[in-house]
Structure formats: C-alpha cells, structure tokens
C-alpha cells in the first residue's frame, strides 16, 4: 500500500494532458505577508477553456494566488503571468473578471446601474440583458444593492465579472455563504461559462464544489500546492474509509498499522480513519477475538479532504490531537 | 474564443478610444453623484446645514450691514464656502475611506475601470453639490433677504465657489487615505467646524476675536471666503493672488498627501 506521503509526490509532477495555451500561469510564486509565508515557490498553470478549482482550508493561500493573478498584489519571487503579459496592463484586465470577496459594495446603486457601470470599462459587454439573464438578476434589476439578500448580492457580484464577456474569470469563494439552492443555481452558471468558452480559476473550501465544477483540481495548503490532478484523482486521494469499534487495543498500536491515518477515542468506541477499510479490519480483528461494535463508513468528504491537506511530511502518521488543525 | 498566443501587448497603443474612455468618465461621475444623492445622510445634510445657518444667521437674524453689504447679502459667500466645504469633504473623503477599507475599490481596481476616473468622479459629484448649496443660497437671500446683486457677480460667487471645491476635495482625499472607514465623519466634523468658525464662514470675520482673526490668515477656507466677498466688495481687501496663492498652494500639499496614501495602500494592500 502507497502511504500518503508517497501518492502526494506522484502526483506533484502532475497527470499527463496534452499541451494546450496556457491563459494564466503562476512560476515559482512566493509571497510573504510580513512574517507570514502566504504563498511559497506555487506553480500553477491555467490552460485556455478549462476550469481550475484551487482547493484549501481557510488560510491557505487560494485568495494570496487570486489577487497576485489580479495584479492587486505583487510576487516576492517567481513570475505572474495572464495572457502573455503583466496583469497589471490594462489590455490584460480588459478580458479578465474578477469575483472578490468583499465587505461593503455602494449599497444604494441599483443592480443594473453597478452592471452598466462595470460594463463600460470593457471594449466588447455583453448586452445588459444577457448579463441579468446569466446571473439569474432580471427581476431584481431594478433593486438597490442594499436591498438584496445574501444570495443575490453574490449575484451581482458575479455578474460584475461576467459583464464584460472576459475571456478569463476569477471567481474567489463565489459560493460560499450561499444557501444550497442558490448554490447549485450559481454552478450551472459557472459551467454555461466553460460551456461558451472560456476559462475559469475559482476557489473553494468546498471539495464538493471542486469537484461538481473543476476540469482540474489544485489543492493547497499552507502556501503550498500538496495535490494536483482531476475531481476522480483527488477523490481517489480522498476517498479514505471511516472504522468505528470497541477494543482493548491501545491507540499506539492501531496508530502504527499500515494505512492508519488519524485514530480516536469517542467516548467506549475508536474512531479511526484509513486509506482502505479491509487491511485494517482484518488486522484489527486477528490482533483482538474480543472486537466489538464493528462499523465501516466512508467517510465524509470533509475529513478525507482534511487528511489531504495534511502536513505532507507527516503523511500516515498524524498525531491524534493534531486533528482538524 | 481567443487564445493566449494572440495577445501582444504594446504599451505605445492607446488602451481604449478616447470617446470610450470620455464615455466612463462620464458613467463613473454620474453613478457617484446617484449613489450620493441616494444616501439622505450625505444629500439632505449637506444641503440643509448651510441653509439652515443662512437662515438663522442671515434671514431671522436682522439686517445689519457688513463691511458696507447688508449681512442677508454677505454670509451668501461665507456659507456657500461653508457647503461647498462639506459637500466636498464627506464627497471625496468619506466614501474613499469607506471604499478603500472595505474592500470595494478592490474589485474596481481589478477591474479595467481607468484609475483617474475614480477620482474625478468624486469631484465632480462635490462639484455638483457644491453648486446646488451656492444657488440655494442665493435663492433663499434673494426670496427672503432681499439681496440684490447684479447678475454677473452672482455668476462670478457661482463660478468662484464651485472651482473652490477642488482644494476641498483635494483635503477630503488626503483625509480619505489615512482615516479609517468608521471614523471618517467624526474625524471630518472635527476638523471641519472648527476650520469654519475660524475662518469667519459663520460669524463674520469682523465680528470673530483678534486671536482667531490672526488664525484665520493661514486657513484655506478664510482665503476663498475672502475672495468671494471681493466679489461685492465686502472683503478684508487683502490681495487676491495671495488668496489664490494660499488655495492653489494649499491643493498641492493636499494633492501630494493623497499621493503618499495612494502609495502607501499600493504597498501595503497592494504591494
């Protein structure tokens, strides 16, 4: 059996994918915020037409990668390229969007005033219309921002993205605080994007968001790329197994068996979380005739996506209390 | 859909048609004059509190002349600096520093919006305010205070007073960059009512003691009042290029200030 550690490098070179123009692209990036390393040496390439989805906890450094791509913030080391050129060029920003996340927008703006506003900045907008139509705002168009609800300010500031028909969009957390309807409704917008031709980096938390939307799976993790490769890869990765049961072994030593990423004691029962629920079972029962109160589950997304951002070093043998960190 | 490969950036090539450009200008200046106009707070109040004063001060008052015009006709100049001072600080500074701090001059700096544009569209909607306080006043002092001025002076005080928002707006983005988001008002009243009752806009500058009347010699605001009030003859008869002199001056340390904030956020937030 792989251990973690091991999987991880395999997959740091990448999966093979035949060569297309690159829209976007980070080389070697790093960028420090005073003492702290938000992002260090991250490549991260977005090809023409796809749909990348950079994936980490809070903190990672998805929204440092975001605004460098932006120009809104300038490298320490490593180069920042969109289109062939500095982002900071206006040509460049002419077929870019950006979806940020922000705390207050002019809340006594109408919704199609701040659309019409941010869609003369482009030399080719879309039609009003149609940006109202795919953001899902034409019976709102005529509210003030101010009214709106949560859903649909996040609307609006999709549509401030789209507005200009970009041929390359920046979508930071677009979901996150949306209820799930709202959030499905926003993904099927984002895939009549890619639909039409063009060329997505969003980031979430969410492994599920990444992987309803994204061609492409980039996971980071403290400033650092620790996974790579499409939805199925990095679900494979993930795809660990959750064994509940009552034994008189001790954590050390279940800690220890191959395939063991994370083990607990919840109240009478351990809580341990594997690559592969077999091996482990068959272990666990062969080391103690008295095991009792065997259960398997998969487990959930989030805790598999937990074990993957992981300290990579530490791979398989992760301290118990250093859970959920 | 277009490639990366065909993009070739050349700096000399202008980024838009001048008439595009003109067009967002012209966007950017209108939405912030709705935006403001929108919001009671900054539209009413910045309206009212100079008619207001006009009307206490000048129209219930009584008529006793100043400097050789009646008082109805002399605190037109003085409270039209004091509104186009307001409209144009809480203008540029308030929403400067409400936008910058939280977040959306981001999204219109990643954006392809010209970054000059920005910043005129605040001036300009001051400018609009500025104007409309000028000609509410002379409304009222000529319905209620029977000002009489020949219409070409009343022009001259129009012109004078809007033009003089600029160095006003130039204060109120110096403020902007180094104020927080919530503090902003606060901080703005605290400098400028003080900076108006020096500067002779509520009590004329005759009736203000020695020691303020000395003070108001190196504020701005005294300066325009001065050469508004020239306009009708009712002026300290000081020189006007010093006026001048002290405003255009004044603009530019306010302008260089707002710079160093610009700079400032671009390597800090930006950087």
């Not at chain 1, 005033?113 to 482009?122: A, K, N, Q, T």
Request: hydrophobic share 45%.
């Amino acid at each position: 059996m792989q251990t973690m550690a091991a999987t991880q490098q395999l997959w740091q070179t990448g999966p093979q994918q035949p060569p297309a123009t690159i829209a976007a692209s980070l080389d070697g990036v790093s960028k420090n915020y005073g003492a702290v390393k938000a992002l260090r040496q991250v490549d991260l390439k977005v090809r023409a037409g796809e749909l990348v989805a950079l994936l980490g906890p809070n903190g990672a450094g998805k929204t440092t990668a975001v605004r460098l791509l932006l120009g809104l913030a300038k490298p320490n080391a490593g180069r920042v390229n969109v289109f062939g050129g500095n982002p900071l060029h206006p040509k460049v920003r002419m077929r870019t969007g950006a979806m940020l996340q922000v705390a207050k927008v002019p809340e006594t703006l109408r919704v199609k005033e701040h659309i019409d506003l941010f869609s003369s900045y482009y030399p080719t907008p879309l039609p009003p219309a149609q940006t109202l139509a795919c953001a899902g705002l034409r019976e709102i168009a005529d509210r003030r921002f101010g009214d709106l609800s949560g859903g649909q300010k996040q609307r609006v500031l999709f549509a401030l993205a789209l507005c200009g028909d970009p041929d390359l969009l920046f979508l930071d957390e677009p979901t996150v605080g949306l209820d799930v309807e709202a959030r499905r409704a926003l993904w099927e917008e984002i895939r009549k994007l890619v639909a039409r031709g063009k060329t997505v980096l969003l980031t979430t938390h969410y492994l599920q968001e990444a992987d309803a939307l994204a061609d492409r799976v980039v996971v980071i993790n403290r400033g650092r790329i620790v996974a790579e490769g499409t939805p199925n890869q990095i679900k494979q990765q993930t795809a660990g197994k959750r064994i509940r049961c009552v034994s008189r072994l001790e954590l050390p030593e279940i800690h220890a068996l191959p395939g063991v990423l994370d083990i607990r004691r919840d109240r009478d029962a351990l809580q341990i979380d594997v690559v592969d629920a077999e091996p482990v079972v068959r272990e666990l029962l062969r080391r103690d005739s008295q095991l009792a109160g065997l259960e398997v589950a998969t487990a959930g997304l989030e805790e598999a996506f937990l074990a993957l951002t992981q300290d990579p070093g530490r791979g398989s043998e992760t301290n118990p209390d250093t859970r959920g960190k | 859909m277009a490639t990366a490969s065909e993009v070739l950036i050349s700096s000399s090539a202008p980024v838009r048609p001048a008439r595009q450009t003109l067009r967002i200008y012209l966007k950017e200046a209108k939405y912030e004059f709705l935006k403001n106009l929108r919001i009671p707070r900054y539209s009413i109040s910045v309206i009212l509190f100079p008619l207001m004063f006009y009307i206490l001060f000048g129209l219930v008052m009584g008529r006793q002349p100043v400097n050789g015009v009646d008082i109805t006709a002399y605190l037109i100049p003085t409270y039209g600096v004091f509104g186009i001072m307001g409209a144009s600080l809480f203008g540029t500074a308030s929403s400067l520093a409400a936008e910058r701090g939280l977040g959306w001059l981001e999204v219109k700096r990643a954006s392809p919006m010209p970054p000059f544009a920005y910043f005129v569209a605040k001036f300009v909607m001051s400018a609009i305010f500025s104007g409309t306080v000028v000609v509410l006043l002379f409304a009222m002092g000529i319905a209620f205070g029977g000002v009489r001025l020949p219409a070409a002076e009343t022009l001259q005080i129009i012109v004078t007073l809007v033009a003089g928002s600029v160095p006003f707006c130039s204060m109120g983005l110096a403020l902007g960059y180094f104020v927080g988001p919530n503090s902003a008002p606060a901080f703005i009243n605290l400098i400028y009512l003080p900076l108006s009752f020096c500067s002779g806009l509520w009590v004329p500058f005759i009736f203000l003691p020695r020691a303020i009347r000395h003070i108001a010699q190196v504020l701005p605001p005294y300066h325009l009042a001065q050469l508004a009030l020239d306009i009708v003859g009712a002026g300290q008869h000081q020189s006007n290029w010093m006026h001048w002199e002290v405003l255009i001056g004044f603009t530019l340390i306010c302008l260089g200030i707002a710079c160093l904030g610009y700079q400032r956020d671009e390597n800090k937030l930006y950087g």
